[in-house]
């Protein structure tokens, strides 16, 4: 790890700020992904500043019916909400299905939004990566590519995005709410935080330089019937093959998201006007221009029986 300078902050405002006027500068809350990467020497911040002491770790009810979440409410705290775990169920369900209970303790609803890939090839300092290296080269285009993406990849990454957490945000139409370095808020929808690969894969998301996520807005609730289910290769501690979010609305209509697919959460408008007409039409709709390599080509009928199961429960009384 190297050698780095610590500052704490009083305010959102004033955290923008110092990150704006320190190059190399970093946010860090809990710490979960951050650390594992400066100790690989794949995150590499000159400056941390620490956001923990910011009032950011509250749940509150908003005037339109929703939630605002706090960027420092954890993962446990979230996951537990009784208002979420009624209201909101398949984000409950997203974030128990993630990491282990010591690390949900830890990890935090902004740094869930920002952790980064698990690809390999990423966190093997010795191969080439665009997102660590950009220009130098995708090893997993060509490699080992089980886990990775079938959909949205370009020709410079294929890497997928690690969040449960961001599948049921997506879902649900989340807005993220953040503030600038001049102290300016602004709001961004969920479906265009996250950003897919291109030809540039290190820019992962919308965020400018500086800019500090201070909370997560849910809508007002659907209601129905809300899933979340991951398909991994063991039970337990593990990133998703797949994994299907979805409610159903009691007259069949509904909405639905996959997860380990995709540089981000991936969900198209039109699955979700096709959840009337079954599992096979909405997996054609989301699977369109799925383009997998021969190891990854397992995932398509994955999808396919996943999203079946999950719909063919909804129907269940």
Not at 109 to 129: E, I, K, M, S, V
Not at 134 to 157: D, E, F, K, T, V
Request: hydrophobic share 40%; aromatic share 4%.
């Amino acid at each position: 790890m190297r050698a780095f300078t610590y500052q704490r902050v009083q305010s959102p405002a004033e955290a923008a700020a110092a990150a704006a006027r320190t190059p190399g500068a970093k946010f860090i809350a809990g710490g979960t992904n951050l650390l594992d990467l400066m100790k690989l020497e794949i995150e590499t911040p000159t400056h941390l500043i620490d956001v923990n002491g910011l009032a950011l770790d509250k749940i509150e009810a908003t005037p339109g019916g929703g939630l605002r979440v706090g960027a420092l409410v954890r993962n446990t705290d979230l996951a537990a909400d009784q208002r979420v775990r009624r209201d909101y169920a398949v984000l409950s369900r997203a974030l128990l299905a993630g990491a282990s209970a010591q690390l949900r303790n830890k990890a935090t609803t902004a740094g869930n939004l920002l952790q980064r890939t698990r690809c390999p090839y990423f966190y093997d300092t010795n191969q080439p990566c665009n997102k660590r290296q950009p220009g130098s080269g995708c090893s997993a285009i060509g490699g080992y590519s089980r886990n990775h993406a079938i959909l949205g990849a370009s020709a410079a990454c294929i890497a997928t995005h690690p969040s449960d957490m961001a599948v049921a945000m997506h879902l649900l139409d989340a807005t993220v709410e953040t503030v600038n370095p001049d102290g300016a808020t602004r709001t961004i929808p969920i479906a265009d935080f996250h950003r897919l690969p291109g030809n540039t894969p290190q820019v992962e998301h919308a965020l400018a330089p500086g800019e500090l996520i201070t909370a997560v807005t849910l809508p007002k609730p659907l209601g129905g019937k809300h899933f979340y289910r991951k398909v991994r290769d063991r039970a337990s501690y593990a990133f998703a093959l797949v994994s299907v979010a979805a409610v159903v609305l009691p007259d069949g209509s509904g909405r639905v998201a996959l997860g380990g697919v995709a540089h981000k959460p991936w969900r198209v408008p039109a699955a979700d006007a096709s959840v009337p007409q079954g599992a096979k039409a909405v997996a054609e709709q989301l699977l369109a221009g799925a383009k997998p390599s021969a190891e990854s080509s397992y995932k398509i009928p994955l999808i396919e029986r996943t999203l079946a199961s999950v719909l063919a429960d909804a129907k269940k009384g």
